[in-house]
């Protein structure tokens, strides 16, 4: 690593006088930014530890659903999401391992928005609103393509705010090296229509597969699914899948998340 | 009732002492007064020639002591290689210097053109990153496809060398014409293309060295991670350095992990020590993963076409080979040796097939150099054989386990003279196929694959009978064979005073479990107890001459040196004890650690005639040195032949295609076993490995010889939910006939017949679901290739 300056607010109105400064950089788990720090490839001049912020720990529930701070790892969520959100709670209890749980959180993943990543596709698939210390923004809005989110420079994840759904799923096929999503489906049923978000699968990122959503919302089940598919052309080619196998198994997951949703 | 203690006992682990509570030592862990840090600089092209590069930035940062690029050794002599293979016209390989440092140009991505040392690994480092951006390195076209290697003459890895090709050798040449009449006039010919996937070895423990030198004596000590501090010394001392090995001493301490990617010399043991001379002061390094990702000796990378030639009933006529096999950059140590004497050679596998011809052109490209890894040669030959007799045995719609018996040699047969130059001393395929049949309830299969059916899931089984050649080697026929070493190996057992016992031994222990197996042996032998025995290793000042730990050689030939070592204490001890108890030599005993006169019950233990021989006042000093201490170099009269058999069964899911590999069975003949434990956990070990082969890893250059496969991002490797619990049996075993110890070796075993087992099972899935026009898929079996085969 190069030489960095290190500090650790307490509350969101230090960090973000912290963030204004000259080459500051925000880590919260640091899950990926410690290794891009470790291979020389980012050279902030300060890191702002947002762990410390107390307002930006826990999930709990309130009007608007269920609100899970931006500091808070995955473990906690996996834990204490499952009794209101299960599915939530199960996909965050699937991100990498146990010592990658007890460190990342959800306003690290979101914010960096890797498309392979798997709650992009759960605050997508919720409609969820993500709230920051300036602003409140909603899933629709917030991501914008590969690694690009609406987040001005600066700007905090504070908090996700997730509506809870009638039913829900989140089934995800593992990257076999690195178990990102090679695709991840989250579906998610609501008194007003379904939702269906996919991950892992697109050149854009993670996208609604709105063909899909308009089907099971007139008939939730997996049998819906069957005349559809996605266009290949926008899926993702690399070493692990070829955009046919992507836009297969974007379509057999989907399937999986509704029957798992029951 | 199992032992408890000696030989065949499954002792617990002494190592484990230490390496479960971070206590064990590796070359990392040392820290010298006065040490200073190296870092490479390395090419971040393929492929390139170096214009210029200009130090003087670099030299002047903060820390930097020295800077070092190619220059300062192009006066030293390069990595030699260590098997010299002749072309099938009779010439010798092209064999281009591989220097410390490249020189002239780059060859691959990670060659090391320069390196910095500084007072701390940060300062070396912001140095090494200056000094990359003060080099002028023009890009060249990269050679990454062999094929294509061969056939464009203008693009050359090195520029002596116009076609890429190290050599094209064939075996056995004088064979080849009956070869191919044999195929012309066979009823049946089976062809199959496949491809043995490169592997990056990724051992635990990254390679690491730490050079010194002492100006008062002239002396220099490398610490290094190596599988055999002898081989290490000689090469760097004497082929590399000019120094006399004499006054070079090299220490491998603990080693967390090789699997062959340790047994060679690379540039940067050179380098530290040469540094370490400039400086008078301790130089080191130790890789960062990617390093080792980009630099550690990669394992098979083979493109074969295999042909079987057989009878309509199964009966194998003739195998064909033709292989084109990745060198790399440069070549490493045994990179000539592991593609064809440790590859061709096995291509009769464990049946009496009359006819076999084996090519194989090695290729030079703009890649990581490449060299053995676990088995080395012989699951290339056992991957090809094996799916190749599977293949066949479903165009003729034969069971596969009837055409194995068909064709085994039999338990009369032996030893046995293979079509390839091989004699077996010893086997009996019949029984562990038999073994496998039973313990992997092969009857109940259908059972089976209903149920996984029931689930929407593809069920299949797939076999591999498999043999090997290890207990590496008779020197005088490898000698013939163009190898430039010997491959004994030595062991002294010094009897102490209060009869407790060192043995320095040639072996090296990089995770074999030595110090516990070995100390059973000698205690099983002495009669005393294994917790008096303790085995030195690692260290050239210590231990006699000896080649080191790899080839499945350091309990058949180590071993043997080390029990021959120990025989020789017993004679010696047996002329102590009738010079004391007053009888001829003729009438004394040894067992149970006593020596006694026969018949009577006048015994001397073997701790007072320790005692006796190192205070010798009641001993026979007028015919008899004192002293309790013996040496013994072997050298083996063939290699040994571990043989076994392989059943996968796996789940195919058909939509997404993901393997579950549901159980694996082996049936395995090591000859006689010291340690059920320790070869169980080797087993367990090398199918591990096998399956993450077959299922998972691949090294993936682009065509521009970036390598894509660069971290455990991308390069998949098995982890503990992607193996099954393994069923392990190695009852039916026949004792090799030419050691005294009757074993054959198993470290390499699990990782030559598991992958094709594993692709057979998934082939199998798929034919039962209907899916029979899948008729290969090359490995890794990823789940995208398994849905890509399905889906045309």
């Known amino acids: 690593m190069y030489n960095f300056d290190f500090v650790k607010p307490s509350t969101i109105a230090e960090a973000t006088a912290a963030l204004a400064a000259e080459g500051a950089q925000a880590i919260s788990g640091g899950q990926t930014l410690t290794p891009t720090l470790k291979q020389r490839l980012a050279q902030p001049a300060v890191l702002v530890s947002l762990t410390g912020i107390a307002e930006m720990k826990g999930v709990c529930l309130g009007d608007g659903g269920l609100s899970v701070g931006g500091a808070t790892p995955h473990a906690v969520v996996a834990a204490e999401a499952a009794k209101h959100y299960p599915a939530l709670a199960a996909l965050a209890g699937g991100i990498g391992d146990p010592a990658v749980r007890n460190r990342g959180t959800i306003g690290g993943s979101i914010a960096n928005n890797d498309p392979a990543a798997c709650y992009p596709a759960a605050v997508l698939g919720s409609g969820a609103t993500v709230?920051?210390?300036?602003?409140?923004?909603?899933?629709?809005?917030?991501?914008?393509?590969?690694?690009?989110?609406?987040?001005?420079?600066?700007?905090?994840?504070?908090?996700?705010?997730?509506?809870?759904?009638?039913?829900a799923a989140y089934v995800k096929f593992n990257q076999p090296a690195s178990r990102f999503a090679l695709t991840g489906v989250f579906v998610a049923k609501y008194a007003d229509g379904v939702r269906v978000a996919v991950t892992g699968a697109s050149n854009g990122g993670v996208f609604r597969w709105s063909e899909a959503e308009a089907a099971l919302s007139r008939n939730f089940s997996p049998a819906a699914i069957d005349g559809l598919s996605v266009d290949a052309a926008d899926m993702i080619h690399d070493l692990h899948g070829t955009p046919a196998y992507r836009a297969n198994l974007v379509k057999v997951l989907t399937k999986r998340a509704v029957a798992a949703a029951g | 009732m199992p032992k408890d203690h000696g030989i065949g006992a499954s002792s617990k682990r002494r190592e484990d002492i230490r390496f479960l509570s971070g206590l064990g030592h590796y070359t990392d862990d040392s820290a010298l007064q006065g040490q200073a840090f190296a870092v490479f600089v390395r090419s971040n092209v393929a492929h390139g020639r170096i214009r210029s590069i200009d130090t003087t930035a670099a030299a002047a940062m903060p820390g930097v002591l020295a800077v070092f690029t190619g220059e300062d050794f192009k006066d030293v002599g390069g990595n030699p290689a260590g098997w010299l293979i002749n072309s099938r016209d009779g010439t010798p390989m092209r064999e281009p210097k591989r220097p410390v440092l490249a020189h002239g140009k780059v060859r691959h991505v990670g060659d090391a053109y320069a390196a910095v040392v500084a007072e701390t690994y940060a300062q070396a480092k912001d140095a090494a990153e200056q000094l990359a951006a003060d080099s002028d390195i023009e890009e060249l076209p990269a050679i990454v496809d062999m094929a294509k290697a061969v056939a464009d003459?203008?693009?050359?890895?090195?520029?002596?060398?116009?076609?890429?090709?190290?050599?094209?050798?064939?075996?056995?040449?004088?064979?080849?014409?009956?070869?191919?009449?044999?195929?012309?006039?066979?009823?049946?010919?089976?062809?199959?293309?496949?491809?043995?996937?490169r592997l990056v070895p990724n051992a635990m423990e990254p390679r690491a060295s730490i050079g010194e030198y002492f100006p008062g004596t002239g002396d220099y000590k490398l610490t290094t991670t190596s599988q055999n501090p002898h081989l290490t010394r000689l090469l760097v001392a004497a082929f590399v350095m000019g120094i006399p090995e004499n006054k070079l001493t090299v220490v491998a301490p603990d080693v967390g992990g090789g699997f062959g990617s340790k047994i060679y010399h690379y540039g940067e043991e050179a380098l530290v020590l040469a540094a370490a001379k400039k400086l008078a002061r301790p130089v080191r390094w130790t890789a960062e993963r990617s390093e080792s990702f980009l630099t550690d000796a990669h394992g098979r990378d083979h493109v074969t076409k295999i042909e079987l030639a057989c009878e309509k009933d199964g009966t194998f006529i003739a195998f064909r080979t033709e292989t084109l096999a990745n060198v790399g950059a440069y070549l490493s140590n045994f990179s000539t040796a592991t593609p064809t004497f440790l590859h061709g050679t096995l291509m009769a596998g464990p049946y009496k097939v009359p006819n076999v011809y084996v090519n194989v052109k090695t290729v030079f490209t703009n890649t990581a150099p490449v060299d053995a890894y676990r088995g080395a040669g012989r699951p290339e030959a056992t991957y090809s054989l094996e799916r190749i007799i599977d293949k066949m045995c479903r165009e003729l719609g034969l069971d596969p386990f009837e055409v194995r018996r068909k064709n085994f040699v039999t338990t009369d047969m032996f030893p046995y003279t293979t079509p390839?130059?091989?004699?077996?001393?010893?086997?009996?395929?019949?029984?562990?196929l038999d073994k496998l049949i039973d313990l992997a309830d092969v009857a109940g299969f259908e059972k089976r694959r209903a149920a996984s059916a029931a689930k929407g899931k593809l069920r299949g089984m797939g076999l591999s009978t498999w043999i090997e050649a290890c207990g590496i080697a008779p020197s005088r026929l490898v000698g013939i064979l163009g190898s430039r070493v010997g491959l004994y190996d030595a062991a002294t057992v010094r009897v102490n005073a209060t009869g407790n016992i060192s043995v320095m031994t040639g072996a090296h222990s990089h995770g074999q479990s030595h110090e516990t197996v070995f100390a059973q042996i000698v205690a099983d032998k002495l009669g005393i107890p294994e917790s008096s025995v303790e085995i030195v290793h690692g260290d050239t000042s210590k231990i006699p001459f000896g080649m080191?730990?790899?080839?499945?050689?350091s309990l058949a030939v180590c071993g043997t040196a080390m029990a021959k070592a120990v025989d020789k204490i017993i004679a010696k001890g047996k002329k102590i004890a009738a010079h004391m108890l007053e009888a001829s030599e003729g009438d004394i005993t040894f067992e149970d650690g006593k020596f006694s006169v026969a018949g009577t019950d006048k015994a001397k233990t073997f701790g007072e005639?320790?005692?006796?021989?190192?205070?010798?006042?009641?001993?026979?000093?007028?015919?008899?040195e004192p002293g309790l201490e013996e040496t013994a170099f072997y050298d083996p009269a063939n290699f040994t032949y571990p043989a076994g058999a392989y059943l996968c069964e796996v789940e195919v899911d058909p939509e997404t295609g993901k393997v579950d590999i549901a159980s694996f069975t082996c049936a395995d003949d090591f000859g006689n076993v010291m340690n059920p434990m320790v070869v169980e956990g080797q087993v367990h070990g090398g199918v591990g490995q096998g399956i993450g082969q077959a299922l998972l890893e691949n090294t993936v250059y682009n065509e521009d010889g970036q390598l894509l496969t660069a971290s455990y991002m991308d390069y998949a490797m098995p982890r503990a939910d992607d193996v099954p619990f393994y069923t392990v049996d190695h009852s039916c075993n026949t004792p090799c006939t030419h050691n005294p110890l009757g074993v054959k070796g198993c470290g390499e075993a699990g990782a030559?017949?598991?992958?094709?087992?594993?692709?057979?099972?998934?082939?199998?899935?798929?034919?039962?679901?209907?899916?029979?026009?899948?008729?290969?898929?090359?490995?890794?079996?990823?789940?995208?290739?398994?849905w890509s085969a399905i889906n045309g």
């Not at chain 1, 914008?144 to 420079?153: I, R, W």
């Not at chain 2, 390839?420 to 562990?432: E, F, M, P, R, S």
Request: overall charge negative; some cysteine; proline content about 7%.
């Open chain 2, 548 to 553: 080191g730990s790899y080839g499945s050689r």
């Open chain 2, 609 to 624: 005639i320790a005692f006796s021989a190192y205070v010798p006042h009641n001993y026979p000093l007028e015919t008899l």
């Open chain 2, 420 to 432: 390839v130059g091989l004699i077996y001393d010893t086997g009996n395929y019949q029984a562990t």
């Open chain 1, 131 to 167: 709230i920051t210390n300036r602003r409140r923004i909603a899933a629709d809005d917030y991501f914008t393509g590969l690694f690009s989110t609406a987040l001005d420079e600066g700007e905090i994840v504070t908090e996700v705010r997730f509506p809870i759904p009638q039913k």
């Open chain 2, 153 to 197: 003459a203008s693009n050359r890895v090195h520029d002596e060398i116009p076609d890429n090709l190290c050599f094209d050798w064939g075996w056995i040449e004088d064979n080849r014409a009956k070869v191919d009449e044999a195929i012309r006039n066979a009823p049946h010919v089976t062809t199959l293309h496949l491809v043995n996937n």
């Open chain 2, 752 to 786: 030559i017949g598991s992958p094709p087992a594993v692709v057979n099972a998934v082939i199998d899935a798929l034919h039962r679901g209907g899916l029979t026009h899948v008729t290969h898929i090359d490995m890794p079996v990823s789940p995208s290739r398994v």
